[in-house]
């Protein structure tokens, strides 16, 4: 055997040896999640409550990232990490992911499939009403909708009285399309996040003028949207903003924003971890 052919089977038996320590150290990490399972009195059959903490996995990630160095590339590293959470949390209990995609079409259920595991099945709506009355129903449940445009303007629904929320957006890492999903529990602060609000008016309004109100840290995704609302059928129009800061933090944006356009009616819908530009 010549002396590279000699080199390269020492580095391959180094790479098994390290293999079979990542296997190890990942079959530790499922005794652990069992535990943590046990812990929360959750059990690995049928539809549970809360079981997917949106803020939980970006600090995970933000946390690996932050400490990450060498060749391998950001992008895998999420990846893998990805694929290990979605395996803990099926493990804690059922996963009941579905998706309205949209004028996005395949693009919302590949997202879903990269985030929560190439093996979760996700359930299609094609009406948002109908995606929303099924994670009201469905505990612990969430749903992934194409992010807010012109042309995608479901996130009306949430200025009436709904049980769910917005929790998430998706991907947490690498920038690039993705998803908002919704859920009927509190997405929780990570350490850098996004909160989503409505403004209500009564009178027409337009993007200019929304994003010359905007203070700092308040971004208008969407202006000028015409709604119906109450019996009368009176006209009102939204705005949706995107402000930094989680759900607790937001409130003297908020009122400087509401004061800045007079407005009377703001209404928090919700938010996420702050995505991750690798």
Known sequence: ????????????????????????????????????????????????????????????????????HGRLPKTTVVRIWREIIAASVRMQGA???????????????????????????????????????????TPGALCLMPLPSESESWWQVLVASQPVKVVARLPIAGGGG??????????GASGDDVTLAI???D????????????????????????????????RTYLALLEIAGAETEIAPK???FRGALRIERAIAVGGYAAPITI
């Not at 985030?115 to 109908?130: K, N, P, R, S, W």
């Open 254 to 256: 908020l009122t400087a």
């Open 1 to 68: 055997m010549s002396a590279n052919a000699t080199a390269l089977a020492a580095l391959r038996r180094e790479i098994d040896t390290i293999d079979e320590r990542l296997h190890d150290l990942l079959m530790e990490r499922a005794e652990v999640v069992s535990r943590v399972a046990l812990a929360k009195g959750t059990a690995p059959s049928g539809p549970q409550p809360q079981i997917v903490y949106p803020a939980r996995e970006a600090q995970v990630v933000r946390r690996l990232l932050a400490r990450h």
């Open 95 to 137: 996963l009941a992911i579905a998706a309205y995609p949209g004028s996005a079409g395949a693009v919302i259920r590949d997202v879903a499939r990269d985030h929560f595991g190439a093996t979760t099945a996700v359930t299609l709506f094609d009406q948002a009403e109908a995606a929303f009355r099924w994670v009201a129903s």
């Open 203 to 234: 009178r027409p309004i337009d993007a200019a003028t929304v994003k010359r109100a905007a203070t700092d840290g308040i971004a208008a995704s969407l202006a000028a949207v015409t709604a119906t609302d109450g019996p009368n059928n009176k």
């Open 199 to 201: 403004t209500v008016h």
């Open 178 to 187: 993705g998803a908002i999903a919704i859920g009927a529990f509190e997405q």
